[in-house]
């Protein structure tokens, strides 16, 4: 019963949540299951090292479906996107944690930059 009722609230915190603040929350799962996957690939436990890389690659396949490529940055969005997909997939191949390391700086990046982002709106209104 409890952990319905925090299913609940967590659904709820997101519904009110800016697309901004979402995206941020998005990188922050990304950032977090990076890290973990990279632990669980050290200790070579892949089954559950691939859950979390399947959760990052999901993660970016859904922000490159919602990309509007009316605006050019979203081409590049996509190429990050992208890149960071496919060094996920290099890394479970290879089993090379490493490979995930690589991408940590370029998701922290993305990640400050729509925190950022948010900011800079909160200020504005």
């Given at each position: 019963m409890q952990s319905n009722a925090i299913l609940q609230y967590k659904?709820?915190?997101?519904?009110?949540?800016?697309?901004?603040?979402?995206?941020?929350?998005?990188?922050?799962?990304?950032?977090?299951?990076?890290?973990?996957?990279?632990?669980?690939?050290?200790?070579?436990?892949?089954?559950?090292?691939?859950?979390?890389?399947?959760?990052?690659?999901?993660?970016?396949?859904?922000?490159?479906?919602?990309l509007d490529f009316k605006y050019p940055i979203s081409k590049d969005?996509?190429?990050?996107?992208?890149?960071?997909?496919?060094?996920?997939?290099?890394?479970?191949?290879?089993?090379?944690?490493?490979?995930?390391?690589?991408?940590?700086?370029?998701?922290?990046?993305?990640?400050?930059?729509?925190?950022?982002?948010?900011?800079?709106?909160?200020?504005?209104?």
């Amino acid at each position: 019963m409890q952990s319905n009722a925090i299913l609940q609230y967590k659904q709820q915190s997101i519904s009110t949540m800016s697309r901004g603040e979402q995206l941020v929350l998005l990188f922050d799962e990304v950032l977090k299951n990076l890290h973990h996957a990279t632990l669980l690939m050290k200790e070579n436990d892949l089954t559950n090292s691939e859950k979390c890389t399947q959760k990052c690659k999901s993660i970016f396949q859904y922000l490159s479906s919602i990309l509007d490529f009316k605006y050019p940055i979203s081409k590049d969005l996509y190429d990050l996107y992208y890149f960071c997909n496919q060094q996920i997939i290099r890394a479970e191949i290879r089993r090379d944690p490493q490979l995930l390391n690589d991408i940590v700086p370029i998701v922290n990046d993305m990640r400050d930059t729509w925190a950022q982002a948010e900011k800079l709106i909160h200020i504005k209104k």
